[in-house]
């Protein structure tokens, strides 16, 4: 068991800030990492066909064998963690983390005045997931906002300069006006523009990234079930599947999570 590989799903590339994280922390797993290509983005897709699809994707990742199931995507985790919960860990033993409740708490234990921004796709803001998650804090005003041109830009490779500039300020003044003092990074690109955002928010508004916080979510949960791979193991294997073309998301996986990308294969 403490030898299979850990699960992680995304729409896309983007789920790859969160696979690095975890690699940072645990250097000796083993990912067999599942991006739905063919479907990406979710971000602008129906909260209902998000959930079908990663449910369709994330049902075939668990039966090539995880020993446990990250959905790495913000856009998923805020309609499918349910299920996905009632399927795989109620059902199959198989534990399941996901992006938004670990930067919700993070952040709720970061912000001194109870002001708290989330940024994320169109999907995650319209689910109101982090709103549910945060506001079971008493105290907490949580201003949300969709920023759906960030990630077109990311996967364009801009992540300075004007262009992402003037979309920061667009998408980042009227946060920045509610008088927030955290702003939690929704969204698995968003680590990448982590720079223009800090820049436009200002540097007293600490910045909390889901990717950072499901990583340390992810050492807890294997450590706490002593399914850690030891140290001594061989060095580790990592699988790359995607549903869409493989050319194109190499060429951005190295961007993303960098060389452990090796080879890439279709589902
Ligand atoms: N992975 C998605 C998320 O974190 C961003 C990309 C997409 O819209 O599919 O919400």
Redesign the pocket.
């Known amino acids: 068991m403490r030898d299979l590989p850990i699960g992680v799903f995304?729409?896309?590339v983007?789920?790859l800030t969160v696979a690095r994280s975890i690699l940072n922390r645990l250097p000796q797993e083993q990912l067999l990492y599942v991006g739905d290509t063919a479907h990406?983005?979710?971000?602008?897709r129906p909260l209902a066909q998000v959930r079908r699809l990663a449910l369709d994707v994330m049902d075939r990742l668990v039966t090539d064998g995880v020993k446990m199931l990250v959905i790495a995507?913000?856009?998923a985790s805020a309609v499918a963690v349910p299920d996905a919960r009632e399927r795989y860990e109620v059902g199959m033993g198989i534990p399941v983390l996901e992006v938004i409740r670990p930067a919700a708490r993070r952040a709720v234990m970061t912000s001194k005045s109870g002001r708290i921004g989330v940024i994320?796709?169109e999907?995650?803001i319209d689910s109101r997931a982090y709103e549910d998650a945060l506001s079971v804090t008493p105290g907490v005003t949580v201003t949300t906002q969709a920023c759906p041109d960030f990630?077109p830009l990311v996967e364009q490779g801009i992540t300075t300069g004007p262009e992402v500039q003037a979309a920061a300020l667009r998408y980042l003044e009227p946060v920045k006006e509610q008088g927030v003092d955290t702003l939690v990074l929704g969204?698995?690109?968003y680590p990448l523009l982590s720079g223009v955002i800090s820049y436009v928010m200002g540097e007293e508004v600490t910045l909390v990234s889901s990717a950072t916080e499901t990583a340390n979510d992810v050492y807890r949960a294997l450590a706490a079930r002593d399914l850690l791979r030891p140290a001594t193991a061989p060095n580790p294997q990592h699988r790359f599947l995607v549903t869409g073309d493989t050319g194109s998301f190499q060429a951005l996986a190295r961007r993303f999570l960098g060389p452990e990308v090796q080879g890439v294969e279709s589902v």
């Open positions: 995304d729409s896309g983007g789920g990406s983005p979710y971000g602008p995507c913000n856009s994320g796709t999907a995650t990630v969204c698995t690109h």
